[in-house]
């Protein structure tokens, strides 16, 4: 039965419960140094601790490597990256984005609704209006959510 993390194949040759070590991205690099920034920002950490972490994340080829940087924050950050301004600024902007595409389908249905010989009788729109305006209260409810919550990183070890 394979594990995930636990490397099995015809191929592997290392011990068989070794957890195997994945590489970090920059992606996650970069994400890790911004929330030690945002940390020092918020006067969690010293000039002194964040130049040794950002030293050990630039440095680092595994997420292992990078759970010991942000384990002493609340969080281990995600709330100081959630409650950035970019951060909201990007969600408010895909909010929007997503209630006009919405806005130009729904006036779409109702063009073709109030073009045509109306069969089936009734308003048939009413109902996929229904479900993509429903779609767009709930993105909006994410977004004003993620203001105190956000997912975990890839980096914390409760996401594994």
């Known amino acids: 039965m394979d594990r995930p ?7 592997y040759t290392g011990p068989p419960d070794e957890p195997v070590a994945v590489r970090a991205s920059d ?3 970069e994400t890790v140094a911004r929330v030690l920034n945002l940390a020092a920002g ?5 000039l002194a601790e964040v130049d040794d972490r950002l ?3 630039y440095g ?3 997420r292992a490597e990078l759970v010991p940087l942000t384990a002493d924050l609340p969080d281990h950050g995600r709330r100081l990256l959630a409650g950035a301004p970019d951060a909201r600024g990007a969600a408010r902007t895909g909010l929007r984005r997503h209630r006009g595409s919405i806005l130009v389908v729904s006036l779409l249905l109702l ?8 069969e089936p009788p ?12 429903l779609g ?10 993620q203001r105190t919550s956000s997912t975990l990183p890839m980096w914390s070890p409760e996401s594994r």
């Open 122 to 133: 009734g308003f048939w729109p009413a109902f996929p209006l229904a479900f993509l305006w």
């Open 111 to 118: 063009g073709g609704w109030a073009l045509g010989n109306h």
């Open 55 to 57: 030293a050990r994340v």
């Open 42 to 46: 918020a006067g969690m950490l010293t």
């Open 5 to 11: 993390g636990v490397p099995t194949g015809p191929g």
């Open 136 to 145: 767009v209260l709930t993105y909006a409810r994410r977004v004003r959510r």
């Open 60 to 62: 680092s080829r595994t």
């Open 27 to 29: 992606d996650e690099r």
